[in-house]
Each structure stands twice: as C-alpha cells, then as structure tokens.
C-alpha cells in the first residue's frame, strides 16, 4: 500500500506533472486576465446616477454615508470601532507585533458591517454590503509603541490601553516586543462611490419608516461585480488594470514556459 501510495506522490510531484499543472493554470490565468479586462469596460461604460434616479440592474452612484436607523432591516444602526471608539457602519481593527526574527504578526484583527444609507442631493438609497469588494485606504487611526517608550516616558493613549485590558492584550511599559495598532471605519458623513446591482428593497413592506424602494447590493444574476470604494472609480479601474496586465501576460508566460519544458522532457524520453 506504502509503495503504491509513494508511487502515486511521485508521479504527482514529477516534473511532467509539474509543467503540465503550470501549463493548465497558465491558460486558466491568461483569460481571467480578458476577465478582468471586460469588467473594467463595464464599469467604464456605466454611467454616474443620480439616486433618484436609479434604474434597475447594473448601476453606480455617489453619496454620504448616513446611519441606518430602519428597525426591519436586519443588521442596522450603528457600530462603535473597537480601538477609537469611533461611530460607525465599518470597521476594520488589527494589533500587529513584532515576534521572534523581527517579522511583524497579526495578534488581533476584528472587522463588522451592518446595512447603511448613502445620501446624495436627490434622495437616499439603502446598500447591503454582504458580498462587497471594500476599496477602504484611509487609516482613520494608528499608534505605534516602542521598546524606549518604558524610558521616554510616553505613555500609550487611553483608548489603546483600554483596548488592551478588554483584549487581554499586554501592553504594559515592559512589553517585550512593539505593537502597531490600526483601524479602518466609515463613518456617517465620509463619501462613498458604489458599483452594484439596485434592485427592489426587500424591507420597504415590514418598515415603519418611509423607505426608498430600490436598494445597492450584490447580483444574484448575472452581473455580480459589487464595490464599495472611498477613493473612486479611477482607483478601481486602475487597479483592474494592472491585475488584467498581470494575469494576462504572466499567465502566458507560464504557459509557454511550461509547454517548452514539456516538448524538452518529451524529447528526451
């Protein structure tokens, strides 16, 4: 049984087996590459609407974030950021430290989403985020400790120390190693750009508040592309673009390497 399975490992791990897997992946990653070449056109071809304005299906628009205060959507209101303490819709908070070697880990790392309005002068419109590509750069808030900091004096910010005594994180004057705390949040006011599909809000018949019938949020059919971006569509698309390049030039590159290696292994055998 041992020999039979050891045969099979090393006829997986063989080279023909090798060029022949990256070979197969260099043509799968070549047309995900037109993939994402065709989802920048879309987005490129789809116009800026105005909320009021939203029609059905595919759509994009501009707005400000205002808080969700509807009762029969599920997940509304809002959430208080772990570290700041910030009021949100958003947020993402992570403590990294520095560990043996000096390579930075992940200690701590929370991130929550509820249902929120986006505003702009014509109405509003209610967005689901489940299933959303976050575009989110900004750091609304960072601290960084050091191993001086027990002889400088400077004493770590109360929302951090508070942080850590909920956590059971230490991060007292003598911890060993540095800590580097981050958070991400969206908060009512900030500005957002959204790429998805408007379709009719489910919630509008169980609400006890005037709601806008139509609602953002990621295709069941069809067109599934869902964005929720603070820095745009340009930064979209230019990061679409560059991934396209990647996939599609390095995905042919593979394969023709590999198919190379294949004809030279052929050749020899």
């Known amino acids: 049984m041992y020999s039979v399975l050891g ?17 197969v992946f260099g043509i799968f990653a070549f047309f995900e590459g037109f993939r994402l070449l065709q989802r920048k056109r879309l987005i490129e071809n789809t116009p800026t609407s105005k909320i009021r304005s939203i029609a059905m299906g595919f759509a994009e628009v501009r707005g400000k974030i205002s808080v969700c205060t509807d009762a029969a959507v599920e997940k509304s209101g809002f959430l208080k950021s772990p570290i700041s303490g910030a009021k949100c819709v958003y947020y993402d908070a992570k403590v990294e430290e520095i560990g043996l070697g000096g390579i930075w880990e992940t200690t701590y790392h929370r991130t929550d989403i509820v249902h929120f309005n986006v505003s702009d002068k014509t109405g ?29 004096g400077r004493k770590m910010p109360k929302n951090c120390s508070d942080f850590c005594a909920r956590n059971r994180i230490h991060c007292g004057p003598f911890s060993a190693y540095p800590k580097y705390f981050t958070e991400r949040y969206l908060a009512p006011g900030d500005s957002l750009y959204i790429l998805g599909t408007a379709m009719k809000n489910p919630y509008i018949h169980s609400s006890k508040v005037k709601s806008d019938a139509v609602m953002m949020a990621k295709g ?50």
């Open 7 to 23: 045969m099979l490992v090393a006829n997986l791990l063989s080279p023909f087996s090798i060029f022949s897997y990256g070979f």
């Open 124 to 152: 509003t419109v209610l967005v689901d985020p489940k299933g959303a590509t976050l575009d989110i750069i900004r750091k609304d808030f960072y601290y960084e400790t050091d191993r001086t900091d027990s002889i400088s």
């Open 220 to 269: 069941i059919r069809g067109e599934k592309t869902f964005y929720i971006s603070e820095s745009g569509e340009k930064n979209i698309l230019s990061k679409l673009h560059h991934s396209a390049l990647i996939w599609v030039f390095g995905g042919a590159a593979l394969s023709v390497a590999c198919l190379f290696l294949l004809v030279c292994i052929g050749f020899y055998i």
